[in-house]
Every structure is written in C-alpha cells, then in structure tokens.
C-alpha cells in the first residue's frame, strides 16, 4: 500500500499489480471494520465487498452502493481526499441511505507505515 501512495505522491502512476494490492488491502480492512451485508463497495476493476451492519441485500441491484475508481478509493480511503470533496466533485459515487463510510475512515490497508 505504501508503494501505491509513493507513487501518488510523486505524480506518477502506481504499477497495476501494487494498485491491486493496495485496493484489496483496503477492502478488507474495511470489511472488518464495518462488518454486515448492507452495503456494496465497488472498486473496477479490483474488488467489490458488502459491509455495513443493517439489512442484507439478497438480490438484484443493491440499495446502498459505493463506486469509485482505484485510485480515488485509495485517496479517500487513506482520507488524502475527503469523502465529500470526491462525493462532490462525482469520483465517488455513493446511493442509499447507508453509505456514507467516513465514521470507518481512514483505512490503513493493514500497514501502519
């Protein structure tokens, strides 16, 4: 995870397979952090997880859902971009009443370097 916010940092463009890794790490952290069905985090193309404590979603197309591309996830994962800001400006994408992630914020990905 750390190589992916290095490269962040420096401008460039994390290598996919750290990227990967790091969107993963992410993941699930925030899968034990916020255990449950209710909502559906995507992250194309790396992951998708269900979490948040309340009712599960068994079929169809999930009520409270999150999407945002790799690299903003990390960002606002890590809270180098707040949630609202990426809500707001649409890299985030975020419908349903439980989605709203910030009081599980921020993730380390299981490092704390």
């Known amino acids: 995870m750390k190589q992916a916010l290095d490269a962040l940092d420096r401008g460039?463009?994390?290598?996919?397979?750290?990227?990967r890794d790091a969107v993963r790490a992410l993941l699930?952290?925030?899968?034990?952090?916020?255990?449950?069905?209710s909502v559906e985090v995507r992250i194309p193309p790396f992951g998708?997880?269900?979490?948040?404590?309340?009712?599960?979603?068994?079929?169809?197309?999930?009520p409270n859902v999150v999407e945002a591309d790799p690299i903003t996830w990390?960002?606002?994962?890590t809270e180098r971009?707040?949630?609202a800001d990426a809500?707001?400006?649409?890299?985030?994408?975020?419908?349903?009443?439980?989605?709203d992630l910030t009081e599980y914020l921020?993730?380390?990905?299981?490092?704390t370097d």
Do not use: F, N, Y
Request: hydrophobic share 35%.
């Open 12 to 19: 460039a463009q994390p290598e996919r397979s750290v990227l």
């Open 28 to 37: 699930a952290e925030l899968a034990a952090k916020a255990p449950g069905r």
């Open 48 to 62: 998708a997880i269900q979490c948040v404590p309340g009712p599960r979603h068994t079929r169809g197309t999930p």
């Open 74 to 77: 990390l960002l606002v994962a």
């Open 81 to 83: 971009v707040s949630w």
């Open 87 to 99: 809500l707001s400006d649409g890299r985030l994408r975020a419908s349903g009443i439980r989605t």
């Open 106 to 111: 921020p993730l380390t990905g299981g490092t």
